[in-house]
């Protein structure tokens, strides 16, 4: 019995490998702009990868190019997709500030609550409205992270006088004007210039999630984290999204095409976005066991931010109405997904 328990996982594999037809390998060029022990690949993009060749019989492959090995910076990952330079990406499309309006209300102040929900409802939303903005790419999944916290160098933030006089940095357009309602003067700039930028004094702190911390060592470099009420939605976030060239895709012969549409789409969004939440907890306690300072601000305060920051969203039903796109409809749509 012991001996055919053993065997079920091998037979079973030969009986994936008879269902498909014999194909020449296809070798996926995968680049993202994080280091090779990221969560990004060490979670995601490793596992993800290893799925498809296993379902493919070991006829779709990656190559996964971390921290920008094939040239370029992250603001060009979205476009390197569309133009064939890669055939896989994860990027943040709202590097490219105002190009991805209509998806960007997840970055809206005080939004999310969990990666998995939020990943899953950005899904859906970008399904139904956004179409257009990613035109030129087959995206295969989105993904958000689990909520930023406000990590410092010199000071804690506590309350909203505390944001003065700071040098925040804000992954994206909207966070950029979050940082700046609470009173803090905005630096914009992608993930992997922070720890310089911190370790050097350009910044005196930045709006991340723990998730980065082993990844970029950031835990060494801040010695103050402040948390928001965990009753109440997180204070910002950022979107991502796993995007193919439409090309490559079209190239594939149907049954692996199967295989890749098998591993994209809400689930699979929503997958990823449970591995953000899982994250946390062990990020966090790296932060814990150097001895840094962390306060949770209290609920009755981190209201007073979400009243300054009520512009942001405001603002943003104004520009997409503009566009001529319902901004209300779209702002109450994608509240109404998250909740699902």
């Known amino acids: 019995m012991k001996t055919r328990a053993l065997l079920l996982p091998v037979l079973a594999a030969g009986a994936m490998a008879g269902a498909l037809p014999s194909h020449a390998e296809v070798v996926l060029k995968v680049h993202h702009m994080l280091p090779p022990s990221s969560t990004a690949q060490t979670k995601l993009l490793g596992p993800w990868c290893a799925k498809i060749a296993a379902e493919s ?52 102040p005080f939004m999310t609550n969990t990666a998995e929900k939020a990943s899953r409802a950005l899904w859906n939303y970008a399904a139904k409205y956004a179409a257009e ?45 979050l940082v700046a309602a609470l009173g803090s ?7 992997p210039q922070v720890p310089e930028s911190l370790a050097k004094g ?25 948390e928001t009420d965990s009753s109440l939605p997180n204070i910002a976030n950022t979107i991502f999204v796993l995007a193919m060239n439409p090309a490559k895709y079209e190239s ?23 591995i953000w939440d ?22 009755a305060e981190v209201q007073n931010w979400i009243k300054a920051s009520e512009g942001v969203a405001l603002e943003w039903v104004k520009e997409v109405t503009a566009k001529g796109y319902d901004g209300d409809k779209l702002l109450a749509d994608a509240k109404a997904m998250l909740m699902q």
């Open 185 to 191: 003067t905005p630096v914009p700039m992608p993930v």
């Open 278 to 299: 899982e994250t946390k907890a062990p990020n966090r306690k790296l932060a814990e066991a150097r001895n840094n300072a962390f306060y949770t601000v209290p609920a």
């Open 252 to 274: 594939l012969p149907p049954e692996l095409k199967k295989v890749i549409d098998a591993n994209s789409g809400a689930e699979t969004s929503a997958w990823i976005g449970r």
């Open 202 to 226: 350009v910044i005196d702190g930045a709006l991340l999630p723990w998730e980065v911390m082993s990844g970029l060592k950031l835990d060494e470099i801040v010695k103050y984290h402040t």
């Open 57 to 108: 019989a070991g006829e779709l492959k990656c190559q996964i190019y971390p921290s920008m090995q094939l040239g370029g910076m992250p603001t060009q990952l979205f476009d390197q997709a569309k133009d064939g330079v890669a055939d896989i990406i994860l990027t943040v499309p709202t590097y490219q500030a105002a190009r991805f309006t209509v998806t960007e209300v997840f970055e809206l």
């Open 133 to 177: 903005e990613y035109k030129g790419v087959r995206p295969l999944a989105f993904h958000t992270h689990e909520g930023a916290q406000i990590h410092t160098t010199k000071k804690q933030v506590r309350t909203m006088a505390d944001f003065a006089g700071l040098k925040l940095r804000a992954p994206s357009r909207l966070s950029t004007k």
